[in-house]
């Protein structure tokens, strides 16, 4: 839930605006970003679309799980 507060409160232009808010953030080529969350148990993988300031949740699961997932779209995110 932290993490959902803070993505909603966030107003990213750049991959370096997340980074800086989020400082254990992974940036990923093509707008995707990886966040650590749970103390590190979980991951959630996201496409971010800076224009409309929108994060797509691709993926959401254990790290084991991330490395096999197929890069389906869960859900969408909008922020700001």
Partial sequence: MAWYRR??????VTP???KRAIRGASILK???AVFNIAGNKYR???????PHRVVY???IGTHRKARRAPQKGLAILPYR
Avoid: E, L, T
Wanted: hydrophobic share 60%; aromatic share 18%; proline share 0%.
């Fill in 7 to 12: 993505v909603r409160a966030a107003d990213w």
């Fill in 16 to 18: 370096a605006d997340v």
């Fill in 30 to 32: 093509d707008g995707r």
């Fill in 44 to 50: 959630i993988v996201v496409w971010i679309h800076y």
């Fill in 57 to 59: 949740v691709r993926f």
